[in-house]
């Protein structure tokens, strides 16, 4: 069964670093494109940063570009998204999902597992 799960998510002051993780029990992960999306009270669930399985492609959505990194370790079946300078306006819920092959779409209807979330939260 296929199951991934975030942990790392918390409540920080603004300007504040965290570190998501997410553990994937996927067969073959390396295959997987992943992906982080997150989605605020009231509001779509929105891309924020992917991976292509090969690990040679990332892509962020612009308002995260230079504060947040995605990461990947194959061999632990793990993804990472490093954030810094954390903003009141990061605050969401942050899912992990994955998709095999493919690039790092920004459509959530293109992932086909998804985690639970994690919930972060920055004050000002």
């Known amino acids: 069964q296929v199951q991934l799960v975030e942990s790392g998510g918390g409540v920080v002051q603004a300007g504040d670093s965290l570190r998501l993780s997410c553990a994937a029990s996927?067969?073959?992960?390396?295959?997987?494109?992943v992906g982080w999306f997150r989605q605020a009270p009231g509001k779509e669930r929105d891309f924020v940063a992917g991976?292509?399985?090969?690990?040679?492609?990332?892509d962020y959505t612009d308002s995260v570009k230079g504060r947040f990194t995605i990461s990947r370790d194959n061999a632990k079946k793990m993804v990472y998204l490093q954030m810094d300078s954390l903003k009141p306006e990061d605050t969401a819920v942050y899912y992990c999902?994955?998709?095999?092959?493919?690039?790092?779409?920004?459509?959530?209807?293109?992932?086909?597992?998804w985690g639970q979330g994690t919930q972060v939260t920055v004050s000002s």
């Open positions: 991976m292509s399985w090969s690990g040679s492609f990332t």
């Open positions: 996927i067969f073959q992960f390396s295959t997987y494109t």
């Open positions: 999902a994955a998709r095999q092959w493919g690039s790092a779409s920004h459509s959530p209807g293109d992932y086909k597992y």
